[in-house]
């Protein structure tokens, strides 16, 4: 390596020119929209089921009481979930108007919103679903007595995100067998639907939400199969 070759390994140059380019025009770069659409992917949505779950498995039920700067600790957790959703549906609803111009504050608004409830019920169902089947998991798995909150015995939600993310890919693969990233897409489309810029997306956008409408099913009939109606309103 050259002493240019390695400085550039260590400094992205030309993202970072890209960078400084959008801060002058105030636009962002296609490049910068897509890391921050895959920074909503890959980190605030794993980070927001985790916390999710946390709560409702009641790991933080002994964090009650206890501050940080006089704030309770489980205020703040929920208060980051929230953030974080709150932040991936900017991401997606601005990627759905990259490159737009005159963009009304109404139609924005109207697009942040519903990726707010896309983004939220995406993350709520697969946690829900995780933390009612937790205890009967544990039995099937031969955990008995009392179960641990360190107990790591979820491992059907891992499995429902697997599936999704290969069921991304194989409609990706069947319907868009000529678009690049496919594996890139397939993550970003666990977060939400594909973004309104792509045309190509136009003939998967129905089958992906066959796919999320067939996973609510699978997870609603499976939490009422193991667990009577009555018995999961009192759990929750």
């Known amino acids: 390596w050259t002493c240019t070759s390695f400085l550039g390994f260590l400094v992205p140059m030309n993202f970072t ?75 997606l609803s601005g990627f759905d108007f990259y490159g737009e111009k005159d963009v009304s504050w109404a139609a924005w608004i109207q697009q942040a919103l519903r990726r707010l409830f896309e983004v939220t019920l995406r993350s709520t169902s697969l946690v829900i679903f995780a933390a009612l089947l937790r205890p009967t998991l544990a039995e099937a798995l031969g955990h008995h007595g009392s179960l641990s909150i360190h107990d790591n015995v979820a491992y059907h939600l891992p499995a429902m995100l697997c599936f999704g993310v290969a069921g991304n890919y194989l409609i990706l693969m069947w319907l868009t067998p000529d678009t690049e990233m496919k594996h890139l897409w397939a993550l970003l489309f666990m977060v939400g639907s594909p973004p309104l810029i792509f045309s190509t997306f136009e003939r998967v956008r129905v089958a992906l939400g066959l796919l999320r409408l067939f996973e609510l099913t699978f997870m609603a009939v499976a939490c009422c199969l193991i667990k009577k109606p009555q018995q999961i309103l009192e759990d929750y």
């Open 17 to 91: 020119i890209e960078v400084c380019q959008s801060i002058n025009s105030g636009k962002p770069s296609f490049r910068m929209a897509l890391v921050t659409l895959s920074e909503a992917a890959l980190e605030a949505f794993p980070q927001g089921l985790l916390q999710l779950y946390s709560i409702l498995i009641g790991a933080m039920d002994r964090q009650k009481g206890t501050t940080t700067l006089g704030i309770p600790k489980l205020l703040l957790l929920k208060t980051s979930a929230l953030i974080g959703y709150v932040s991936m549906a900017k991401s």
